[in-house]
Structures are given as C-alpha cells and as structure tokens.
C-alpha cells in the first residue's frame, strides 16, 4: 500500500532554512509525479510545488518562489524540499502528496513553525 513519511520541520527563526523529506513506498515513485502541499490552521490547503518523475520540471507557488526548492532522489524513493529564507507566513503542516496537483494521497505532514 503507498506510503508517504515526511520529516523535517522544527521550529525556525525568519530567514532562517529548512530541508523537509518524504520518503516514499508501495507504488511506483520513480513514474509518479510528486508535490508538497501545506496547510496552515484556519487556511485552505496550498499546492507549494510539484516535480515530474525524473526531477527534470518543476513548478511553484508563487509565495514560494525563489525561496523553496523541491527535488528528488528516485535511487532512494525520497522527495525533498528545501526551504530557505522563510517567513512567518510560511508556517503550516507541510505534506508531500501523490501526483502533480496536490490532491493525491498525503503522508502524515510534518510541522514548520517560522517565530
């Protein structure tokens, strides 16, 4: 069955950085879209960023841009996300998700806390 496990977030001041992982199984990573997405509490879920399957395109949120960078380690099933220069506004779960829209099935998130 898939399985998604990300890891970490942590708490960070502003401008501070971040690399979050999602370690990926039961499915075929290495064909699959991925994406991380967030939520902030009270907030709709937003698409961060995606990247094809062989980490060769990607796109972001414009919030984001600049700032994050999303790859992949398809030797290892794990997708990353490096976040830097982060800001206050950027603190929610953070999930890596199935797919290239975000709405796929989700891990469990990990939390970044920007104070």
């Known amino acids: 069955h898939v399985q998604l496990v990300e890891s970490g977030g942590g708490l960070v001041q502003p401008g501070g950085s971040l690399r979050l992982s999602c370690e990926a199984s039961?499915?075929?990573?290495?064909?699959?879209?991925m994406s991380w997405v967030r939520q902030a509490p009270g907030k709709a879920v937003e698409h961060v960023a995606n990247?094809?399957?062989?980490?060769?395109?990607?796109y972001y949120h414009d919030s984001v841009k600049g700032r994050f960078t999303i790859s992949r380690d398809n030797s290892k099933n794990m997708l990353f996300l490096q976040l830097n220069n982060l800001r206050i506004e950027d603190t929610a779960m953070y999930y890596c998700?199935?797919?290239?829209?975000?709405?796929?099935?989700r891990g469990q998130g990990t939390q970044v806390t920007v104070s």
């Open positions: 998700a199935l797919g290239d829209n975000g709405a796929g099935i």
């Open positions: 039961g499915f075929g990573f290495e064909n699959t879209w």
């Open positions: 990247i094809n399957a062989r980490g060769t395109v990607a």
